[in-house]
T-cell receptor
Framework: DGGITQSPKYLFRKEGQNVTLSCEQN?????MYWYRQDPGQGLRLIYY???????QKGDIAEGYSVSREKKESFPLTVTSAQKNPTAFYLC????????????FGPGTRLTVL | EDQVTQSPEALRLQEGESSSLNCSYTVSGLRGLFWYRQDPGKGPEFLFT???AGEEKEKERLKATLTKKESFLHITAPKPEDSATYLCAVRGGATNKLIFGTGTLLAVQP
């Protein structure tokens, strides 16, 4: 089955640690995205990539980093510079045209201890 | 500023009681309005895309409609399994990014 997988489902981070969230897709989509979801707020875009080896900052990129070395993979690192990282993180993918639908993975819930 | 507002924030229905959810938007050059369903602790599930005013799409008990300022998600004779948060998003403006509303939490009681 084609789809998007995210791992782990739950992640706990201590203060000062960097953690990496995995996102893999086998939909042959060129574009991939990372969003953050907080209670009472709409999804907010962290980073996006429309092609391998290229990515752009979204609306809330501070404290996060990404890489796009393979078409299928778009890992997100939450660095110690992110002051409030506890949230639900969602990865999505789409074809890169201006009208295509984004499809989402199951999400990773990150909690800072 | 591009913006999406969903109402109501929460809606409680009895099984079989039809209703509508609203998504109002302001965006220059709409290039798509998207409806998603999200269950607790899961990622959003795509439902519909609408591109132009007057367009309608249906799927089982759900029907989405679009005008130049808003979209409605009509739920006909809902069942408890329709309980979820329904998210609306628009794409348009200079950046071509998706802008999400905060969602409507629907609870359907048997």
């Amino acid at each position: 089955d084609g789809g998007i997988t995210q791992s782990p489902k739950y992640l706990f981070r201590k203060e000062g640690q960097n953690v990496t969230l995995s996102c893999e897709q086998n939909l042959n989509h060129d574009a991939m995205y990372w969003y953050r979801q907080d209670p009472g707020q709409g999804l907010r875009l962290i980073y996006y990539s429309q092609i391998v080896n290229d990515f752009q900052k979204g609306d809330i990129a501070e404290g996060y980093s990404v890489s796009r070395e393979k078409k299928e993979s778009f890992p997100l690192t939450v660095t110690s510079a992110q002051k409030n990282p506890t949230a639900f993180y969602l990865c999505a993918s789409s074809m890169p045209s201006g009208t295509d639908t984004q499809y989402f993975g199951p999400g990773t819930r990150l909690t800072v201890l | 500023e591009d913006q999406v507002t969903q109402s109501p924030e929460a809606l409680r229905l009895q099984e079989g009681e039809s209703s509508s959810l609203n998504c109002s938007y302001t965006v220059s050059g709409l290039r798509g309005l998207f409806w998603y369903r999200q269950d607790p602790g899961k990622g959003p599930e795509f439902l519909f895309t609408l591109y132009s005013a007057g367009e309608e799409k249906e799927k089982e008990r759900l029907k989405a409609t679009l005008t130049k300022k808003e979209s409605f998600l009509h739920i006909t004779a809902p069942k408890p399994e329709d309980s979820a948060t329904y998210l609306c998003a628009v794409r348009g403006g200079a950046t071509n990014k998706l802008i999400f509303g905060t969602g409507t939490l629907l609870a359907v009681q048997p």
